[in-house]
């Protein structure tokens, strides 16, 4: 079974910058489509990025390219996302999930909420 745990939000100030982890166990990642998904108030779900484990490519929404970046580091089985530039509208509770091979992501963890104040 997949476990993921998410941490590093908090509350910011528009345009300053954020990291969030999500460290992953349960079983090896080869096959695996990482992603960050992010809800905000009164919002539904949308995605924000993800990143093939094994090669490394890597997806963006149009909303956070050229200001998110996701990484993953395989010795520390961690998913990483660099926030930069963040807006008042980044704020939102921000999930990590896991995707076996084009299935739908089907495992996530609890969440950690990000808050810029503009």
Same mark, same amino acid.
């Given at each position: 079974?997949?476990?993921?745990?998410?941490?590093?939000?908090? =509350?910011? @100030?528009? *345009? &300053?910058? =954020?990291? =969030?982890?999500?460290?992953? /166990?349960?079983?090896?990642?080869?096959?695996?489509?990482?992603?960050? $998904?992010?809800?905000?108030?009164?919002?539904?779900?949308?995605?924000?990025?993800?990143?093939?484990? /094994?090669?490394?490519?890597?997806?963006? #929404? &149009?909303?956070?390219?050229?200001? $998110?970046?996701?990484?993953?580091?395989? #010795?520390?089985?961690?998913?990483?996302? @660099? =926030?930069?530039?963040?807006?008042?509208? &980044?704020?939102?509770?921000?999930?990590? #999930?896991? +995707? $076996?091979? *084009?299935?739908?992501? *089907? +495992?996530?963890? @609890?969440?950690? @909420?990000?808050?810029? /104040?503009?």
């Amino acid at each position: 079974q997949v476990l993921l745990v998410e941490s590093g939000g908090g =509350l910011v @100030q528009a *345009g &300053d910058s =954020l990291r =969030l982890s999500c460290a992953a /166990s349960g079983r090896t990642f080869s096959g695996y489509v990482m992603g960050w $998904f992010r809800q905000a108030p009164g919002k539904e779900r949308e995605f924000a990025a993800a990143i093939n484990w /094994s090669v490394g490519n890597t997806y963006y #929404a &149009d909303s956070v390219k050229g200001r $998110f970046t996701i990484s993953r580091d395989k #010795a520390k089985n961690t998913v990483y996302l @660099q =926030l930069n530039s963040l807006k008042s509208e &980044d704020t939102a509770v921000y999930y990590c #999930a896991a +995707s $076996f091979r *084009g299935a739908d992501f *089907g +495992s996530w963890g @609890q969440g950690t @909420q990000v808050t810029v /104040s503009s």
